[in-house]
């Protein structure tokens, strides 16, 4: 018995170490198992995510708005206590594909429908974004240069809220920002482009060079056409004290004849502008000039927009200075309004016409999806108010205007 003990041990040592060795390569197994499932898991992970980013991710929006207008300068108007009509119907289109964001617009009125604007826009790092299609016009105080429902002024000669079809790049660093921009033609593919009235647009934009003396009126269709081409955009405005931007603007373009003419002259623009939120309080300025200098050395250019023409001079001086206070307030579903007057005032235009010279007074209203426009504007050649940039009126016209709409 004593001999068969040791043995015993032997035996049993030789199994435990046996059974150490299995048991080892099971755990290293499983390791290589564990490492497989979990490479598995990421390269899925990875495709899904892949398949996940180029979703289209698309929000559908818009607006439906109506517009009441009493106009002293129309008996009509005048004599049926105003007009209320349908205004417009909007379809918004937002979101991105893959990395790849876009935009778009369009717009139903009584009268005419519209692109607004239609643009895919990229990041190409942490401070550049490019965009290219109809998109802004990247000029003056953004988005808009105004509070009130008729714009600036200036948005009449396209210096505000401008759409064409182009390229624009966006640089953003600490307190600069950077827009450079080129447009090929505006948003109606230009003097030659196929487009059944070229007055249907959004914005302003020349469309023909306007001939007094060959009897032309001023909102006659120009028997000479011509169009926006190779148009270059420069931007650049700095960020003071976080809430106070101060900027200039430069614009710099051919005029193209229609029928192969070619270039017909050239066009211009600068502005200095500056646009600033004080708590409650909101102030713009913008000082602008533009000018088309013509090869025929006429004094007038027609422009369309809104389904009719019109005449400007062929350069000008426009200043606005508008001022806004924002209240926060619970008025049954009225949640803010903002009180605001805009003051805008064109002179030193060509061949010696009469400044033009509008001012609003009014308050904007939210309450949940409706936003309403309340204004009283008061203005001498002021087109959509009884005039027109190239007039002479002596008297002042005057517009109660309230448009309201549901934004979804």
């Known amino acids: 018995m004593k001999t068969s003990i040791p043995m015993l041990g032997l035996l049993l040592a030789s199994s435990t170490t046996a059974f150490a060795a299995t048991e080892n390569d099971k755990i290293e197994r499983l390791e290589q198992l564990e490492k497989q499932v979990a490479e598995l898991k990421k390269e899925v992970n990875t495709n899904t995510k892949n398949t996940t980013d180029l979703t289209p991710k698309i929000k559908i929006g818009g607006a439906v708005r109506f517009q009441y207008s009493y106009e002293d300068y129309d008996d009509d108007n005048k004599d049926r206590g105003g007009d209320f009509d349908f205004d417009v119907f909007r379809l918004d289109v937002n979101g991105s594909i893959g990395d790849v964001k876009l935009s778009a617009q369009y717009r139903w009125y009584q009268y005419m429908d519209v692109i ?79 487009s059944g009235d070229k007055t249907h647009r959004y914005s302003y934009d020349v469309v023909g060079i306007r001939d007094f003396a060959g009897g032309e009126g001023i909102y006659s269709a120009p028997a000479q056409e011509m169009g926006e081409s190779n148009t270059i955009n420069l931007r650049y405005t700095y960020n003071f004290f976080s809430n106070t931007e101060v900027g200039v603007s430069l614009l710099s373009g051919d005029l193209e004849g229609g029928s192969g003419v070619g270039s017909v002259g050239d066009h211009t623009a600068y502005a200095f502008h500056v646009k600033s939120n004080i708590d409650n309080f909101g102030i713009m300025f913008q000082a602008s000039e533009y000018e088309y200098d013509l090869d025929n050395g006429s004094d007038a250019v027609a422009v369309g927009a809104w389904a009719f023409y019109d005449t400007i001079p062929t350069e000008a001086t426009a200043y606005n200075l508008n001022l806004s206070y924002s209240q926060s307030v619970s008025l049954g579903p009225i949640t803010n309004l903002t009180y605001y007057n805009d003051y805008n005032l064109v002179t030193d235009k060509s061949a010696g016409l009469d400044d033009t010279t509008m001012n609003a007074t009014g308050v904007a209203i939210s309450a949940g999806g409706v936003y309403a426009y309340v204004d009283f504007v008061i203005a001498k050649n002021q087109p959509f108010l009884g005039g027109t940039f190239v007039g002479n009126a002596d008297d002042w016209n005057k517009r109660l205007n309230i448009n309201i709409g549901y934004y979804f």
Do not use: C, M
């Not at 998109?135 to 808009?144: A, D, E, K, R």
């Not at 079809?165 to 950077?178: C, N, P, R, V, W």
């Not at 080129?182 to 948003?187: A, C, G, M, P, V």
């Open 116 to 194: 607004h604007h239609a643009d895919v826009a990229y990041q190409f790092n942490e401070n550049w974004e490019g965009k290219v299609g109809i998109t802004q016009v990247p000029f003056g105080n953004l988005n808009y240069n105004s509070n009130n429902f008729f714009f600036s002024s200036g948005y009449y000669a396209g210096l505000e809220d401008d759409y064409d079809a182009g390229l624009s790049f966006t640089g953003k660093y600490d307190k600069h920002d950077i827009r450079v921009a080129y447009f090929l033609n505006d948003e109606k593919g230009g003097v030659d482009g196929y």
